[in-house]
């Protein structure tokens, strides 16, 4: 009778697993320490990672889940736990690690919308892993792979109706014999940021997230915006300042001057094709130093001026 009203009281969904305790610890419990209220806890989270000014909250962070870790003990992790507790300092790799792979893969991951030939030009929907970007000798998936989805343990549980799924482990402190301690720690920081940012690939925030082009600093929209944007992503702080008015009015202005000559190049001879040519008189008006790329990337935008001031003429 008692383990009858003891079976009704587990939901269908709830799994009967042997692992219990560590393993069952997953972003769905109350792992993300202090973001209980937030109504994005995992999107906060990785913002105050990416600024690098939460660095006391990462480092307690790991510090509280390096404690289960070193619970286990073995003859490397007590020289390992004792020269941390000699030495606090050591801890700051591993915050490091976490905040320069939050942000490698944040910017591998916002990267891969922009447009090759415009970096100014966004496009949210076009994100993905696969791509390997210029300056780069690997993909985000590879660096997740690597990082955590083929080293890190996941356990396929069953649940009482028999249907299955899959448990992670959060990521464990590892000693690897060939690393000296801090590469290990940073190597451990890493992990956990590639654990979140997994995460967050996988939830439906992972096109809010975003970066200034002014002031470079990582940012949220309360919605994923999907259109393209064409002259650049500026953060709630930048957006409206002077500098970016400044950049915006000069970037009219040689606009203007690429249509003016754009128009005039027509019905003479010249020396140069037309993009040479044009670069050469926004450089004469403006200054600057581009070439027929600068008029090829923005060859659409010019064209619809041209248009415009033909309509407007005729
Ligand atoms: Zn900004």
């Known amino acids: 009778m008692e383990n009858a009203s003891k079976h009704r009281q587990l939901s269908k969904g709830e799994t009967l697993s042997p692992i219990s305790g560590l393993a069952r610890r997953t972003v769905e419990s109350p792992l993300i320490p202090g973001f209980r209220k937030e109504p994005r806890p995992l999107l906060s989270f990785i913002l105050r990672v990416l600024d690098g000014k939460h660095a006391q909250m990462v480092r307690q962070h790991l510090e509280a889940f390096l404690r289960f870790d070193f619970q286990i003990s073995t003859p490397e992790r007590d020289v390992i736990q004792r020269r941390l507790a000699d030495d606090p300092a050591l801890i700051s790799n591993a915050v490091d690690g976490m905040i320069a792979g939050m942000r490698e893969m944040a910017d591998m991951w916002i990267d891969s919308g922009k447009s090759l030939l415009n970096p100014e030009a966004d496009t949210p929907a076009d994100r993905n892993v696969e791509d390997v970007q210029p300056g780069r000798e690997y993909s985000l998936a590879l660096l997740i792979y690597r990082a955590l989805l083929r080293t890190e343990p996941a356990y396929k549980e069953l649940c009482r109706d028999g ?10 402190f590892d000693p690897q014999q060939f690393l000296e301690l801090d590469e290990m720690l940073k190597a451990h920081g890493r992990k ?11 939830s439906r925030d992972s ?20 259109r393209k944007v064409k002259h650049g992503v500026f953060c709630p702080k930048c957006k409206g300042t002077g500098s970016v ?6 970037r009219k202005a040689r606009l203007d001057t690429a249509t003016r000559a754009w128009i005039e ?13 044009v670069a050469g008189e926004v450089n004469k008006s403006h200054g600057t130093s581009f ?24």
């Open 207 to 226: 096109l809010s997230l975003s970066r200034c082009d002014h002031c470079k600093s990582y940012f949220a929209y309360e919605r994923a915006r999907l």
């Open 245 to 250: 008015k400044r950049t915006e009015a000069s």
């Open 192 to 202: 956990w940021a590639a654990f979140y940012f997994s995460r967050l690939l996988d």
């Open 265 to 277: 190049y027509g019905g003479k001879p010249h020396r140069l094709n037309q993009r040479e040519w």
């Open 291 to 314: 070439g027929a790329r600068w008029v090829s990337q923005h060859l659409k935008e010019i064209q619809e001026r041209v248009e415009a001031q033909r309509n407007a003429k005729g």
């Open 163 to 172: 249907s299955q799924k899959i448990i992670e482990h959060f990521p464990r």
